[in-house]
């Protein structure tokens, strides 16, 4: 589990690719502390395994699930990532839950400046925008983020400074991708809603001939 506080910019040394998968060799210092094979890292909000470690990079499998969800595909030799380590237990909770499992991918609509802070419009796909909600949480290329407008297509982020410098939202531009990751937590509540003890579908609400049968209608 991560918590979309990033740690330190990588840059993407090497990668590569198979028929459905790739290895990514990523340069890295900070993050590289403590770190075994083994560990998990978040690439741009992505979770990956560490395969081999060594004094100033570190490899790691990208498989094709992630591949045709992510925005992995823009990346190349001299690419700047956010990375962050998995959260320890005894480590502040900075940000909020991310699980390093990105969920799609979002395209940057709008840049603008307000005074300190620094506004990205964010389209994204139904299946994302049902998760986002204003004031909710929400990982772009593994940064935890606060939504400040949540609109049908869209939702909008506000980026101190210091949050933008230290990650590559200061290299984003209009019409590039980010991975978005969605409140694991709405997710889960949506399930509970739908699904009954013994994981069956219930009712959404429209009335069939099996619900007035079974409440004494004939």
């Not at 998990?40 to 992505?46: E, R, T």
């Not at 990079?57 to 992630?66: C, L, S």
């Not at 219930?202 to 209608?217: H, I």
Request: with cysteine; glycine share 8%.
């Amino acid at each position: 589990m991560f918590t979309g506080i990033v740690e330190e910019i990588g840059t993407i040394e090497q990668i590569s690719k198979g028929l459905h998968s790739a290895v990514l060799t990523v340069r890295a210092k900070k993050v590289l502390d403590g770190t075994k094979v083994g560990d998990s890292i978040a690439v741009n909000g992505i979770c990956l395994t560490v395969t081999t470690i060594h004094p100033d990079f570190f490899t790691a499998d990208v498989m094709h699930e992630t591949l045709n969800r992510s925005a992995f595909v823009r990346l190349s030799k001299g690419s700047h990532v956010n990375l962050e380590r998995a959260m320890t237990a005894d480590a502040r909770f900075g940000g909020h839950i991310v699980a390093g499992h990105v969920d799609g991918i979002g395209t940057v609509k709008k840049i603008r400046r307000d005074d300190n802070a620094i506004w990205y419009t964010i389209c994204a796909e139904p299946a994302i925008m049902r998760y986002i909600v204003e004031k909710g949480s929400v990982a772009a290329d593994g940064i935890s983020l606060t939504v400040a407008k949540a609109e049908q297509t869209y939702f909008c982020v506000s980026a101190i400074p210091h949050t933008v410098e230290q990650t590559v939202l200061k290299e984003r531009k209009e019409g590039d991708l980010l991975n978005l990751e969605t409140d694991v937590i709405g997710k889960y509540v949506e399930r509970l809603l739908h699904f009954d003890a013994a994981g069956e579908r219930k009712q959404t609400g429209a009335l069939t001939r099996e619900f007035l049968a079974e409440n004494g209608f004939s």
